[in-house]
């Protein structure tokens, strides 16, 4: 049976999650056990130098050099600790994403419009992880500068399962745990891994039986069928696309939250039922939390 074609996002990271992006994914779970069991001291340090390295994969060198500029650009601006500053370097960085000259250039170095907007994305993302860390560099004192270096900075962006599509999760929770040594289970860090697989698997399933059989964005994008509709089928069809919504990022940030256990971390709580909600001027604040605890600080 044909899905629905309009949801874009989903597409998009379905496709490059079976290409590359998984087995990527599955790659840093290598490396992070292997290093949580020999190494953990290095920890930080070995997931940094493969996250760059997955990077240079995914995007090209050009791709990767972009990333490390706005990085290096960022955390020069944030010496000056002048949070309005960091606000201001931020919103310029990512205004250079829409200058048409620029955009042109990066396109030159891609093969397909997909490739493209996987830089796109990477981009806007890495520029709050880049803000998260500028900030706390300005808020804290002298004494804590120490744990605030460039190449904590570089572990903190080139951190592989948050890199493409998030969740936020700020600077000082990360390093903080990153830091903290655990004793390490291998039992305990499997029965993780396999009930996390089985949790998103089912939310997966899920997510494309909607996609299959209930046609949400196709419905919206044809004004017929929304003209002749009642009141109340409306509404059950406008439940439906947020319901839809929140399974997809179940899914989206779901993956990268079992990695960041497995690495030892507490991720960002995955979002809430929209169900449950009934006023959605508390939905950001439920459903991003990492985001929501970014903006609040």
């Not at 992006?21 to 290093?35: C, N, P, R, T």
């Not at 256990?261 to 709580?269: F, V």
């Not at 995955?270 to 600080?297: A, I, N, Y």
Request: charged share 15%; net charge positive.
């Amino acid at each position: 049976m044909p899905q629905d074609p309009m949801d874009f996002e989903w597409s998009y990271w379905v496709e490059w999650g079976r290409e590359r992006i998984l087995w990527l994914l599955a790659g840093h779970l290598l490396v992070s056990q292997v290093s949580r069991l020999l190494v953990e001291k290095y920890k930080p340090w070995c997931l940094m130098v493969y996250g760059m390295a997955a990077c240079w994969l995914l995007l090209g060198i050009k791709g990767f050099a972009v990333i490390l500029l706005h990085a290096t650009i960022s955390f020069a601006v944030a010496q000056f600790q002048l949070s309005l500053l960091t606000w201001l370097c931020s919103l310029i960085l990512l205004s250079t994403l829409r200058i048409p000259a620029v955009e042109e250039a990066k396109r030159k170095w891609y093969d397909t419009e997909n490739e493209y907007y996987l830089l796109l994305f990477t981009v806007s993302v890495r520029c709050l992880f880049c803000t998260s860390f500028s900030l706390e560099y300005c808020w804290h004192g002298p004494a804590q500068k120490s744990s605030h270096s460039f190449l904590w900075m570089l572990a903190y962006v080139f951190y592989y399962p948050t890199f493409h599509n998030g969740p936020l999760m700020n600077f000082d929770e990360f390093s903080k745990q990153m830091r903290r040594q655990e004793a390490f289970s291998l039992k305990t860090n499997l029965s993780i891994l396999i009930m996390g697989i089985i949790r998103i698997f089912f939310w997966w399933c899920l997510a494309e039986l909607m996609i299959h059989l209930m046609y949400i964005h196709a419905l919206y994008s044809s004004p017929p069928p929304l003209e002749a509709a009642s009141y109340w089928a409306l509404g059950g069809l406008a439940l439906a696309q947020v319901l839809f919504f929140y399974v997809k990022y179940l899914v989206l940030y779901g993956v990268p939250a079992l990695l960041l256990q497995m690495d030892g971390l507490k991720p960002p709580a995955l979002p809430c039922c929209v169900s449950l909600m009934h006023s959605f001027t508390k939905m950001w604040r439920s459903f991003d939390v990492g985001l929501h605890r970014f903006l609040v600080r």
